[in-house]
């Protein structure tokens, strides 16, 4: 374990500095030292740690706290915040987001644990402060945490510290459920806000994960630990905080967004369809349809509904019951696809049509309006009045529609009202799907840093007339780089040993243009080199280990296929009786953390 880290089954040693409690935070009660590991309960009342820090409205400060909560073997279970604030079933709550610091009282943001309702599986509660915005770090804040146990009338303080880290993220406490064999339930509280080892970089619980990570592997097994699975960042930690944010009423059904002008301009439409891991599922526009989404039509000009708001020209409409599960983002846009039109006379005498260049805003487009309705109620969700967006741009993103598939918001659509103007016709999935997480996942643009490598493989086929082969790896990434490995001469188990094949510094968000990561085997020959099978690695495998250090998995070898998962043959393929059949296996090694200031 790292220095200051205890063996593994024991909790990590350290105590918080001492000093001035931080102004609003009162003083703890009672004389005696404290022990590392306190008792605590929720007799009278949860368990409370709350944080605090001067009010600085100019400055915008923004403290965030988080309580995630992980069971025995190191797996996460659920995480309260700021968009979660009741999660496993009510037992862990969160305060209001207070994104500068002002207010009357003394806490500012706060968890709350009620020990007794906390679901059986789960055995610990990390707790942990991150400095979104304002300040560089923690230490620049001033911010102060308090501690308060539930086993007295109204609760007790039992500790309050300074969170002087010059780190963005702090791990400020660990709840653990005790032995088992003890009646009734002991839980302990681990105050871990002084140790150099739980401060890190990160400004969200999300990006500080290698933290709880770091406590994880002093306080469980590694056999344990090897055998989770990964956590998956996409689909409830949504960390936008967007002021134009709002889940649908559960009694809302059906949606529609109609758009209206009076003009011959040309104006359509689009709804993308994505998944959690932002990867197109549908685009739906000029009459097109899919499960749950409709077009109504192309209108080449705004003379079907003459500006009438109660007939748009164009209209999507939405049945939120009937989307394909696997939709967890609908994204709505408009574009300004041709000027307009004008008129001519041929030589022969006939009328000709024209377009006008299109207008670079909407303002030039008379009487151009955007509405988005609860069909049902006919009641209004959001009202554009585009005809006075002079904004440049011939482009919109109106609005967008999450799903929520766990946590306390299960199954519930979160709407967020944007009209922002985009660099790009709404018509690439890549400009919609870059536009969609700059405005709702701005934490998938900040940049990690991946090794990527190959190890070993065994049992592969044999290539060669001597019952071997030559093989050699090679490997496409998430961002389409190609890089390969030495190749290792007449072997049916070759150890390449090479952990960094490739290296990748950049956001997570360039690793979603391609979903699936492909680690290919060839035999190398002369004219021809063989394939001798391929690996596909989900991003979510490699993503959602970040902070869970060098990270080893076996993938056993299968045939060629398309994006789509239809298998591949080509005409050399089948000529030379490929049989789409490969034995074996392959390990492959990678490690996913923060990226340093600087590294590329």
Known sequence: PPQGMPPHGMPPQGMPPQGMPPQGMPPPIGAPPRPELMPCSSFYGPV?????????????????IAACAYGADGTQIDVCYFKNPAACNGAIGAMADNTSGCGYAADKEGIFVNLVALPPEVNFVFVVVSARSGVPNLAASNAGVKFVDGDAPGGRVVATAPLNMPTESCLVAAIIRGPPHLYPPTWMLHITSGIPQASGEGKDFNEAISLIEEYLR??????????????????????????????????CHKVDLGLGWQSTCDLDVHAHLFDEWYQQEAHITSGASCDGVRHSGNSRDGTDGYGNRATPDEVIYLDLDRVAPDVKHVVFCLHIKQGE????????????????????????????????????????????????????????????????????????????????????????????????????RPDLLRPVHIDFGVLSAKGIKAADRGGTSDPYVRVKFYDHT???????????????????????????????????????????????????????IHAREVIGTRGRGIIQRKFFLHEKHTEKGEQKRGFLDMVLGYTGDFPGEMIVQWEVRGARPGEK
């Open 218 to 251: 002093a306080s469980i097994p590694p056999e344990l630990l090897v055998n989770r699975p990964p956590n998956n960042p996409m689909e409830s930690f949504d960390m936008n905080k967007d002021s134009r944010v709002y889940f649908l009423d559960p009694s």
């Open 341 to 440: 039109k004008y008129y001519t006379t041929d030589e022969e005498g006939n009328k000709v049509e024209h377009r006008h260049p299109p207008p670079n805003d909407f303002s030039k487009i008379r009487n151009c309006f955007c509405l988005m309705r609860d069909t049902d109620r006919s009641f209004t969700l959001a009202n554009f009045e585009l005809g006075v967006d002079h904004r440049p741009g011939r482009s919109r993103m109106m609005a967008v529609l999450s799903r929520f598939n766990a946590g306390s918001a299960a199954g519930r659509w979160q709407m967020i009202v944007m009209g922002d103007p985009m660099e790009h016709a709404p018509t690439s999935e890549s400009v919609v799907r870059h536009a969609l997480i700059k405005r709702t």
């Open 482 to 536: 190609k890089s390969r490995s030495k190749t290792i001469k007449k072997t049916l188990n070759p150890e390449w040993n090479e952990p960094k094949i490739y290296s990748w510094t950049g956001p997570i968000a360039n690793l979603l243009e391609r979903i699936y990561c492909k680690v290919d085997i060839y035999d190398a020959d002369m004219l021809r080199d063989d394939f001798l099978g391929r690996a596909y």
């Open 48 to 64: 409370h740690i709350a944080i605090t820090w001067p009010a600085s409205p100019m400055q915008g400060v923004d403290l965030d």
